[in-house]
């Protein structure tokens, strides 16, 4: 949704809170824990299991490259 412009960082948090009642949206999970972290992460992740869902979307790749700190910060 937000790769596609379809939805803010901000929307799909809100909708992830009120909708589902999580206490932070995943984009305030993945700013807390960080983009590199949850790139390296997933990383693993894929590499154990083989699995097409758990591999990083490539937009976290491109901003982990390019040095971005939070997905608010995307130029």
Do not use: H, K
Request: hydrophobic content about 40%; some cysteine; charged content about 25%.
């Amino acid at each position: 949704m937000y790769d596609s412009g379809y939805a803010t960082c901000e929307d799909i948090d809100v909708a992830m809170r009120l909708g589902c009642g999580y206490r932070q949206g995943p984009f305030e999970t993945i700013d807390a824990l960080g983009l590199e972290t949850v790139r390296d992460g997933l990383r693993a992740l894929y590499a154990e299991y083989r699995e097409p869902f758990l591999a990083p979307a490539p937009l976290l790749e491109q901003l982990v490259a390019a040095g971005v700190r939070s997905f608010r910060d995307r130029p």
